[in-house]
Protein backbone atom coordinates (compact mmCIF):
# COMPACT_ATOMS: atom_id res chain seq x y z
CA UNK A 1 0.00 0.00 0.00
CA UNK A 2 2.68 2.64 0.62
CA UNK A 3 4.90 1.42 -2.06
CA UNK A 4 1.75 1.99 -4.32
CA UNK A 5 1.15 5.48 -2.88
CA UNK A 6 4.76 6.45 -3.46
CA UNK A 7 4.77 5.66 -6.67
CA UNK A 8 1.28 7.63 -7.46
CA UNK A 9 3.13 10.67 -5.56
CA UNK A 10 6.28 10.68 -7.45
CA UNK A 11 4.15 10.04 -10.68
CA UNK A 12 2.16 13.28 -9.39
CA UNK A 13 5.14 15.39 -8.75
CA UNK A 14 6.89 14.51 -11.87
CA UNK A 15 3.36 15.39 -14.02
CA UNK A 16 2.71 18.46 -11.66
CA UNK A 17 6.30 19.87 -10.81
CA UNK A 18 5.38 23.10 -9.70
CA UNK A 19 2.53 21.89 -7.63
CA UNK A 20 -1.30 22.01 -8.46
CA UNK A 21 -2.69 25.58 -8.71
CA UNK A 22 -5.98 26.94 -7.85
CA UNK A 23 -7.46 30.49 -7.58
CA UNK A 24 -4.15 32.13 -5.75
CA UNK A 25 -2.94 28.90 -3.96
CA UNK A 26 -0.62 26.27 -5.04
CA UNK A 27 -0.46 22.94 -3.43
CA UNK A 28 2.64 21.31 -3.51
CA UNK A 29 2.65 17.25 -4.14
CA UNK A 30 4.23 15.74 -1.59
CA UNK A 31 4.94 11.98 -2.34
CA UNK A 32 5.28 10.74 1.16
CA UNK A 33 1.86 11.83 1.89
CA UNK A 34 0.67 9.55 -0.90
CA UNK A 35 2.18 6.74 0.79
CA UNK A 36 0.82 7.11 3.96
CA UNK A 37 -2.92 7.40 2.25
CA UNK A 38 -1.81 3.73 0.52
CA UNK A 39 -0.36 2.35 3.55
CA UNK A 40 -3.27 3.39 5.67
CA UNK A 41 -6.12 2.24 2.73
CA UNK A 42 -4.18 -0.81 2.04
CA UNK A 43 -4.10 -1.80 6.14
CA UNK A 44 -8.49 -0.68 6.39
CA UNK A 45 -8.78 -3.25 3.21
CA UNK A 46 -7.11 -6.29 4.59
CA UNK A 47 -8.76 -5.81 8.68
CA UNK A 48 -11.76 -4.03 7.32
CA UNK A 49 -11.59 -1.66 10.00
CA UNK A 50 -11.84 2.21 9.07
CA UNK A 51 -9.81 2.66 12.75
CA UNK A 52 -6.86 2.43 10.53
CA UNK A 53 -7.69 5.79 9.33
CA UNK A 54 -7.80 7.10 13.51
CA UNK A 55 -4.22 5.34 14.05
CA UNK A 56 -2.55 7.00 10.88
CA UNK A 57 -3.75 10.31 12.09
CA UNK A 58 -2.44 9.58 15.62
CA UNK A 59 1.15 8.15 14.28
CA UNK A 60 1.28 10.60 11.82
CA UNK A 61 0.02 13.97 13.36
CA UNK A 62 -0.85 15.77 10.28
CA UNK A 63 -3.83 16.92 10.16
CA UNK A 64 -3.80 17.98 6.38
CA UNK A 65 -3.88 14.17 5.69
CA UNK A 66 -7.55 13.66 6.94
CA UNK A 67 -9.58 14.25 4.39
CA UNK A 68 -7.66 11.94 1.67
CA UNK A 69 -6.82 8.96 4.17
CA UNK A 70 -10.56 8.71 5.34
CA UNK A 71 -11.40 8.33 1.60
CA UNK A 72 -9.46 6.05 0.99
CA UNK A 73 -9.76 3.85 3.98
CA UNK A 74 -13.57 4.00 3.53
CA UNK A 75 -13.61 3.41 -0.13
CA UNK A 76 -10.68 0.32 0.20
CA UNK A 77 -12.94 -1.35 3.12
CA UNK A 78 -16.25 -1.02 0.91
CA UNK A 79 -14.68 -2.50 -2.22
CA UNK A 80 -13.09 -5.29 0.43
CA UNK A 81 -15.70 -6.08 1.99
CA UNK A 82 -17.48 -7.05 -0.90
CA UNK A 83 -14.74 -8.79 -2.40
CA UNK A 84 -13.21 -10.63 0.50
CA UNK A 85 -13.67 -11.74 4.52
CA UNK A 86 -11.03 -9.63 6.37
CA UNK A 87 -7.85 -10.97 7.96
CA UNK A 88 -8.98 -12.24 10.94
CA UNK A 89 -12.26 -13.80 9.63
CA UNK A 90 -9.68 -15.66 7.58
CA UNK A 91 -7.50 -16.51 10.46
CA UNK A 92 -10.49 -18.03 12.06
CA UNK A 93 -11.52 -19.91 9.50
CA UNK A 94 -8.08 -21.30 8.44
CA UNK A 95 -7.70 -22.26 12.31
CA UNK A 96 -11.60 -23.58 12.55
CA UNK A 97 -11.78 -21.49 15.98
CA UNK A 98 -15.70 -21.02 17.18
CA UNK A 99 -17.23 -17.41 16.15
CA UNK A 100 -20.51 -15.91 15.85
CA UNK A 101 -21.84 -15.75 12.58
CA UNK A 102 -23.38 -12.39 11.04
CA UNK A 103 -26.46 -11.44 11.94
CA UNK A 104 -28.02 -10.30 8.16
CA UNK A 105 -31.42 -9.29 7.61
CA UNK A 106 -34.53 -11.06 8.30
CA UNK A 107 -31.85 -12.54 11.34
CA UNK A 108 -32.81 -9.90 14.04
CA UNK A 109 -35.12 -12.30 16.02
CA UNK A 110 -31.52 -14.52 17.21
CA UNK A 111 -30.22 -11.16 19.14
CA UNK A 112 -33.59 -12.08 21.58
CA UNK A 113 -32.53 -15.59 22.39
CA UNK A 114 -31.98 -15.17 26.35
CA UNK A 115 -29.35 -17.22 27.91
CA UNK A 116 -31.81 -19.10 30.08
CA UNK A 117 -33.10 -20.64 26.93
CA UNK A 118 -29.74 -22.24 25.97
CA UNK A 119 -28.03 -22.97 29.37
CA UNK A 120 -27.58 -26.36 31.28
CA UNK A 121 -30.24 -25.94 33.91
CA UNK A 122 -28.84 -29.38 35.47
CA UNK A 123 -25.56 -28.64 36.48
CA UNK A 124 -23.72 -31.53 38.52
CA UNK A 125 -21.38 -31.09 41.52
CA UNK A 126 -18.90 -31.72 44.01
CA UNK A 127 -18.46 -30.91 47.64
CA UNK A 128 -15.83 -30.47 49.73
CA UNK A 129 -16.82 -33.78 51.89
CA UNK A 130 -17.55 -35.64 48.85
CA UNK A 131 -16.23 -39.02 48.72
CA UNK A 132 -14.56 -41.08 46.03
CA UNK A 133 -17.37 -42.79 44.96
CA UNK A 134 -19.68 -39.43 44.61
CA UNK A 135 -16.82 -38.11 42.95
CA UNK A 136 -17.15 -41.30 40.30
CA UNK A 137 -21.12 -40.76 40.09
CA UNK A 138 -20.81 -37.48 38.92
CA UNK A 139 -18.19 -38.21 36.40
CA UNK A 140 -20.18 -40.72 34.52
CA UNK A 141 -22.98 -39.21 34.74
CA UNK A 142 -22.01 -35.90 33.05
CA UNK A 143 -20.17 -34.85 29.64
CA UNK A 144 -19.08 -31.46 31.41
CA UNK A 145 -15.18 -30.91 30.96
CA UNK A 146 -15.32 -29.33 34.54
CA UNK A 147 -17.03 -29.28 37.75
CA UNK A 148 -18.02 -26.65 39.90
CA UNK A 149 -16.81 -27.34 43.23
CA UNK A 150 -19.27 -25.66 45.80
CA UNK A 151 -18.88 -25.72 49.48
CA UNK A 152 -22.63 -25.52 50.54
CA UNK A 153 -25.80 -24.70 48.76
CA UNK A 154 -24.85 -21.48 46.35
CA UNK A 155 -21.84 -21.16 47.93
CA UNK A 156 -19.26 -21.96 44.93
CA UNK A 157 -15.81 -22.58 45.94
CA UNK A 158 -14.45 -22.96 42.57
CA UNK A 159 -13.81 -25.66 39.93
CA UNK A 160 -11.91 -28.99 38.94
CA UNK A 161 -11.15 -30.21 35.57
CA UNK A 162 -11.78 -33.63 34.47
CA UNK A 163 -8.40 -33.88 32.55
CA UNK A 164 -6.32 -32.83 35.75
CA UNK A 165 -6.88 -35.80 37.28
CA UNK A 166 -8.23 -34.51 40.66
CA UNK A 167 -6.56 -31.11 41.13
CA UNK A 168 -8.79 -28.66 41.99
CA UNK A 169 -8.74 -24.97 41.03
CA UNK A 170 -10.18 -22.18 43.26
CA UNK A 171 -11.67 -18.80 41.37
Not at 59 to 80: D, E, F, K, Y
Amino acid sequence: GAAFGRLMGESMAAWFPDGIHTDSNIYRIVPGGYAVVGAAALSGAVTHTVSTAVIVFELTGQISHILPVMIAVILANAVAQSLQPSLYDSIIRIKKLPYLPELGWGHQEKYNVRVEDIMVRDVRYITLNCRYRDLQDVLHSTKMKSLALVESAGKRKGWASRWEGGSCRTC
